[in-house]
């Protein structure tokens, strides 16, 4: 079983929009870094955005810059990415790692995060 739950994921129109959650049933994800990554078809799991434990600044990667924005809601131990004027290149299934680790921010690589949901497939298509 899944320590994260991806959902939100669907079909959507160029310029449209959708909320991912990822929740933990297995992890109190206040005590964590959270990333988003996604993986389109043939390519290799990419950082699209994190929070850090402390809900400090996020990081966004460049291509979602201005159109996503991370949140995260400790009481409903939930972290959400809010995706706005998707297009095609969004396309991909999107995943919610976490990060156990106390310096501050949080990070972009794959392979600091000990903990993944199952993902939630995004497809962007007219």
């Known amino acids: 079983q899944s320590q994260l739950v991806e959902s939100g994921g669907g079909l959507v129109q160029p310029g449209g929009s959708l909320r991912l959650s990822c929740a933990g049933p297995?992890?109190?994800?206040?005590?964590?870094?959270i990333g988003w990554f996604r993986q389109a078809p043939g390519k290799d799991r990419e950082a699209v955005s994190c929070?850090?434990?402390?809900?400090?600044?996020?990081t966004y990667a460049d291509s979602v810059k201005g159109r996503f924005i991370i949140s995260r809601d400790n009481a409903k131990n939930t972290v959400y990415l809010q995706m706005n004027s998707l297009r095609p290149e969004d396309t991909g299934v999107y995943y919610c790692?976490?990060?156990?680790?106390?310096?501050?921010?949080?990070?972009?690589?794959?392979?600091?995060?000990?903990?993944w949901g199952q993902g939630t497939q995004v497809t962007v298509s007219s």
């Open positions: 297995g992890l109190t994800l206040g005590s964590y870094d």
């Open positions: 790692g976490a990060d156990l680790d106390l310096t501050p921010g949080c990070s972009p690589r794959v392979y600091e995060y000990g903990y």
């Open positions: 929070i850090s434990m402390t809900g400090g600044t996020p």
